[in-house]
């Protein structure tokens, strides 16, 4: 059983720059699609970007020139590098892998979730 924990969630300024991990415990991420998504108060979890197993990566359009994403498979882990966040960034961030040959943006899809970390991006 794969077991994710995020990891790098805090309070910042608007315009500065965060690092979200996400470490994997249990089997390795290396054939899983990782995946970041978040949910902001009152909001339904939306997705925020997408590494496939073999680098692809996908972005939501809001977040698309600000975040990065990556993958270090011999630490099984990922990471999210969010620049010039803004207050509308706020949310909890959970991470999420899959593990199938079709990548997916929609949350349902996905049955490994991390505990998720706050993020607080104030004006």
């Known amino acids: 059983q794969v077991q994710l924990a995020e990891s790098g969630g805090g309070l910042v300024q608007a315009g500065d720059s965060l690092r979200l991990s996400c470490g994997a415990s249990g089997r390795t991420l290396n054939n899983y699609d990782i995946a970041w998504f978040r949910q902001a108060p009152g909001k339904e979890r939306e997705f925020v970007a997408l590494?496939?197993?073999?680098?692809?990566?996908r972005y939501a359009d809001s977040v698309k020139g600000r975040f990065t994403i990556s993958r270090d498979n011999a630490k099984n882990t990922g990471a999210l590098q969010m620049s010039s966040l803004k207050p509308e960034d706020t949310a909890v961030y959970y991470c999420a892998a899959r593990g199938s040959i079709f990548s997916t943006i929609r949350a349902n899809d996905y049955s490994l979730w991390g505990q998720g970390t706050q993020v607080t991006v104030s004006s």
């Open positions: 590494i496939g197993r073999t680098g692809g990566t």
